[in-house]
């Protein structure tokens, strides 16, 4: 998979981030890029003096502090990271606008992880070796995230990681910004079960440990805590893959109440077009009183599928870029006035924003920017302007956070259905489920 970049439309978009490994932002929406760290005296180094704010050899001086951001920018999962990127670079810019973190402003190395795990690992050893930089935001699939995870704990890294995956894991390493699988599996079982009047259950994915382990989830929750239902197919397919012909004729012969879609990356594309020229349709499943309902194509891959092609279709997700509050209004008018208004916002680029600024409060709670000060301040940091609404991160280093369902629309854009009355509490280890 390393060298595929997808789509080809979108190529220049990736190159324009690739070709910029370390930046300084400190610009947002128009305004004038700020002094540079030669001419620009830091207001709080008397408060906050670099040999206080950091005892472990970071990256960070009397004016700067350097950050790694670690993503696809190529190959099959280009089409969903891409979009953390864009968030991330976002919240940093806006950032150093307001001042910086303790006083100093925020330089970006940047990292393509290349759609390929070993490649992965291989740059997290540079970021924290040899850049030394204060944290990592990045990954995606659960596969990146395994790949790196030893290698931060080795060197007692910090990595802020954005995507909803399976759970079954909590490091003093990481902070999850997603959602965890009984905040967004669950739920979206739950509502197909008695909104939908759901009974069977046709489970699909891409091959690779998240989508395995959260169908393992919803395999044991549907045949354990749902009465009378049952699952009636599992079936998996390697990234990148592209006809799932096959597989329709199979769906269709057992024609189960929801099929169940963890399909990630470019292979959504191939997987929507495909259902769509086969007339499994929003609409033609609705004539069947059935669904598909995925926990895995955001408004990212929407823009590469084209929302004709998955419309009437459901999703769970905490966040949907049509959510209406002023927290997200302000975050949606930034993104695009950074990006293009053209750009689209999903739900792990929404969570990959939620990444530095958590990372800032965290830093600016303990005064310093050596991780054991991170992990000991991380836990209860608030974030009341996150644009999926308030968040808060809990000692297990995920975050409370509402589930939701919204419906496909053609425009690629989300109708919100519904939403949890209250803010779920993060189980990573939930009994009964392992």
Same mark, same amino acid.
């Given at each position: ?7 080809? $439309?979108?190529?220049?978009? #990736? ?20 002094? $540079? ?7 709080? =180094?008397?408060?906050?003096? +670099? ?9 960070? +001086? ?17 089409? $969903?990271? *891409? ?12 950032? !150093? ?54 290698? #931060? ?7 802020? %990681? ?24 669950? @739920?979206?079982?739950?509502?197909? %079960? ?18 395995? +382990? ?28 592209? !006809?799932?012909?096959?597989?329709? !004729? ?25 259902? !769509? ?14 669904? =598909?309902?995925?926990?895995?194509? +955001? ?14 279709? %459901? ?7 049509? =959510? ?24 792990? *680029? ?7 600024? =958590? ?69 990573? @280890? ?5």
């Amino acid at each position: 998979m390393q060298g595929q970049t997808f789509p080809s $439309s979108g190529t220049s978009r #990736f190159k324009r981030l690739l070709r910029r490994p370390v930046e300084t932002l400190a610009l947002t929406l128009g305004l004038s890029v700020a002094l $540079s760290a030669t001419e620009w005296v830091n207001p709080v =180094l008397d408060q906050f003096p +670099t040999e206080k704010v950091n005892t472990t050899n970071l990256a960070v +001086t009397d004016n700067t502090v350097t950050v790694g951001i670690l993503h696809s920018l190529t190959g099959t999962m280009a089409i $969903s990271e *891409t979009g953390s990127v864009e968030a991330e670079r976002l919240a940093i810019a806006q950032i !150093n606008e307001a001042g910086g973190v303790l006083g100093r402003q925020i330089r970006i190395i940047t990292e393509d992880g290349a759609s390929d795990w070993p490649t992965f690992a291989e740059r997290s050893r540079k970021l924290l070796i040899n850049d030394r930089v204060a944290a990592v935001f990045g990954c995606w699939t659960s596969a990146s995230r395994k790949a790196v995870l030893p290698i #931060f704990e080795r060197h007692n890294g910090m990595l802020y %990681y954005p995507t909803f995956y399976e759970g079954l894991e909590a490091s003093k390493n990481v902070i999850y910004t997603g959602q965890e699988a009984t905040q967004q599996v669950i @739920f979206g079982l739950d509502w197909a %079960y008695n909104e939908k009047g759901a009974r069977t259950f046709y489970l699909i994915g891409s091959d690779y440990i998240w989508p395995r +382990t959260v169908n393992k989830i919803a395999r044991i929750h549907i045949e354990r805590h749902l009465e009378d239902a049952r699952v009636v197919g599992e079936d998996y397919f390697p990234l990148g893959h592209t !006809n799932f012909n096959s597989l329709i !004729n199979r769906v269709r012969l057992r024609r189960p109440d929801v099929i169940y879609s963890v399909v990630v990356g470019g292979s959504n594309v191939a997987w929507y077009r495909q259902l !769509n020229a086969a007339g499994i349709t929003g609409e033609s499943l609705a004539r069947n009183n059935q669904i =598909l309902l995925t926990i895995s194509t +955001t408004e990212d891959e929407l823009k590469g599928i084209g929302g004709e092609n998955a419309a009437g279709f %459901y999703a769970c997700m905490k966040y949907f870029q049509s =959510l209406d509050n002023e927290n997200n209004k302000a975050f949606v008018a930034a993104f695009k006035a950074m990006h293009g208004e053209d750009s689209v916002i999903g739900d792990v *680029t929404q969570a990959a924003y939620l990444g530095p600024w =958590l990372w800032k409060k965290a830093v600016e709670a303990g005064g310093s920017f050596d991780v054991a000060s991170l992990q000991k301040h991380s836990p209860g940091i608030e974030f009341h302007e996150a644009p999926e609404g308030y968040v808060k991160i809990h000692e297990n280093h995920h975050l409370w956070s509402r589930a939701r369902i919204g419906r496909i629309l053609p425009n690629g854009q989300f109708e919100l259905v519904t939403e949890s009355p209250e803010l779920i509490e993060p189980d990573p @280890f939930p009994e009964g489920y392992q």
